[in-house]
């Protein structure tokens, strides 16, 4: 039972970071991409693949795109690699860093 509450708190953890992300994101494009609910909802309907095809092909100009609006030297789209499990969130996380801490 505690493997079961743990694992569970991942979960919600990782759909308050997906949401909370997105939504800076969002906001620093000053657009509605990427929309949490309906990566969300098409993630659900689709059993997941949705959630790797945005990963694959939309996620990576996404965050190359927020580095060149930061001022980051030499912003490089990772595209596939975010799909990678347990690395995707933590490199998404490093690369948006980047951007939230650069000067410009």
């Known amino acids: 039972p505690v493997n079961v509450v743990l694992f569970s708190l991942c979960g919600i953890y990782a759909i308050y ?49 927020i580095q060149q609006r930061a001022g980051v030297q030499n912003p490089e789209n990772k595209g596939i690699l975010y799909v990678i499990p347990i690395y995707g969130p933590y490199l998404i996380q490093e690369e948006l860093n980047k951007a939230w801490q650069a000067p410009g």
């Open 17 to 65: 970071w997906m949401f909370t992300t997105f939504g800076e994101m969002a906001a620093f494009l000053q657009r509605d991409e990427p929309s949490f609910l309906k990566i969300l909802g098409l993630s659900i309907v689709t059993c997941g693949i949705y959630n790797l095809y945005w990963l694959a092909t939309r996620c990576g100009a996404l965050i190359q795109e």
